[in-house]
Antibody, heavy 122, light 107 residues
């Protein structure tokens, strides 16, 4: 069965970086886009970026310009999202999500990781 | 970016009630709209894709309709396990964007 398993919770100090992993299984990793979505405490869903596992190509939301990197390791079927220069506003649950029905690189998210809580605190 | 406006932001209903949530897009998005359910402490789950298509395994009491800028999501008979926050999401234009969510609880 399809699974996206994310790395564990992190606590970081302001100014630090965090790298979250998302290991895919149960399907061909390179055949589906992966997106990253975050959710601040008590807030809604915010799209961060996407990676094309086949090529490694990425796109991200303008607000994360210069702070976000998304990579993948096709040999292990794992995607990574790194966010730098963290502030308290980055405290959130970070999700990876698979695009099941793709439309110009986006679409509907049919499988989600369990989420990774990142807490930024001094 | 396309803005997605959901209403209401919260609602209270009873078991068996019909529940309707609306989502308005800031521009025409055709039928490129999805609906998700998120239960507390869990990741969102896809319920409806392309405005009106029921995802496999999702109960038929959930339905969606609309096109262009106006969309509706309906629970025909609210069940105890339906208590959650529901989100719409457009993918007509990049970047994909979400509505602010509708929290559904019991009266």
């Amino acid at each position: 069965q399809v699974q996206l398993v994310q790395s564990g919770a992190e606590v970081k100090k302001p100014g630090a970086s965090v790298k979250v992993s998302c290991k895919a299984s149960g399907y061909t990793f390179t055949a589906y886009y992966l997106h990253w979505v975050r959710q601040a405490p008590g807030q809604g869903l915010e799209w961060m970026g996407r990676i094309i596992p086949n090529t490694g190509g990425t796109n991200h939301a303008q607000k994360f310009q210069g702070r976000i990197s998304m990579t993948r390791d096709t040999s292990s079927g794992t995607a990574y999202m790194e966010l730098r220069s963290l502030t308290s506003d980055d405290t959130a649950i970070y999700y990876c999500a698979r695009v099941g029905r793709e439309y110009y690189g986006s679409g509907s998210y049919d499988y989600w990781g369990q989420g990774t809580l990142v807490t930024v605190s001094s | 970016d396309i803005q997605m406006t959901q209403s209401p932001s919260s609602l209270s209903a009873s078991v068996g009630d019909r529940v309707t949530i609306t989502c308005q897009a800031s521009q025409d998005i055709s039928d490129r709209l999805n609906w998700y359910q998120q239960k507390p402490g869990k990741a969102p789950q896809l319920l409806i894709y392309d405005a009106s298509n029921l995802e496999t395994g999702v109960p038929s009491r959930f339905s969606g309709s609309g096109s262009g800028t106006q969309f509706s999501f309906i629970i025909s008979s609210l069940q105890p396990e339906d208590i959650a926050t529901f989100y719409c999401q457009q993918y007509f234009n990049f970047p994909p964007t979400f509505g602010g969510g509708t929290k559904v609880d019991f009266k």
